[in-house]
């Protein structure tokens, strides 16, 4: 099947960020994938709570959602939108950071919180507190399509293998992995974390990315990757932002699977 990687460079200004969107998936879809996979965030990059409080809604009012799905409809593809910012029904008002699959009927068929909150300092210039603004999910999801079974994440979960373990175990084959990695853990960390995961599970990962400046304080790393069963990079998404195209085959994960059967070596042990 071919699958379609949107990388973009969404900011403050959701509705260009729609526009973007919308146009990045007819390319697709024209290039003939039928399932395309957007970023982290794809409707708003920002860190500014005054901005988020004024474009980000709850699910059942987000017009960027309902938006994305009619185009999923119109063109007759699956789409993961990698995530959104979503206000939540919270007390202490928090968004979720939460991932949709959508199917060629417009309807979603599962979601996703992002679990692991990105809470770092990189160094003396570069910190994050995702969990300041975003409440942590507390569900794996193994989605279901005609196609496949898909094992939803979002960026900083990549390095938390047991996660994707456990969905390969429970019959993933394609995992997906939406992302807005910095440029200091990219060029450090990115593909080589890609690369891991699809080689200890033996299932194809799809991680599209935010590039560029998407803000005056916030730039992202680009390189949306496809990765094999076996570990080899099918495509590089570069620096800019466009859409990838790559025809994947399924049975690639029966083939590294038979040859390395590491999913069903596991052993109990003591210790430490």
Known sequence: ????????TSGEDMGANLTSTRNALRAAAAGGAG????????NLLSSSRRTQEAQISHEEDCAFL????????ALGIWVLLGSLAVKT??????????????SPLGQITARY??????DVEINAQESYRE?????????????????????????????????????????????????????????AHWE???????IETGCFVLAPAQCGQNTEKRATFGHSLVVAPWGEILADGGKKPGVTL????????KRARARVPSLTHDRKYEGP
């Open 1 to 8: 099947m071919k699958i379609g990687l949107v990388q973009m």
């Open 35 to 42: 399932f395309v996979l957007t970023p982290e965030v794809t």
């Open 66 to 73: 309902r938006e994305i799905q009619e185009e999923a409809r």
């Open 89 to 102: 029904h919270d007390p202490d008002g928090r968004f979720a950071n939460r991932s949709f699959l959508i």
């Open 113 to 118: 919180d992002k679990i692991h909150m990105f």
């Open 131 to 187: 969990s300041a603004h975003y409440r942590p999910g507390e569900q794996a999801v193994l989605a279901e399509t005609d196609f496949a079974r898909i094992g939803m994440t979002i960026c900083y979960d990549i390095r938390f293998p047991h996660l994707y373990r456990q969905l390969a175990q429970n019959g993933a084959e394609i995992l997906t992995v939406p992302a807005a990695f910095s440029p200091v853990t990219g060029a």
């Open 192 to 198: 080589t974390l890609l690369r891991a995961r699809a």
């Open 246 to 253: 790559v025809d994947i085959d399924l049975d690639e994960v």
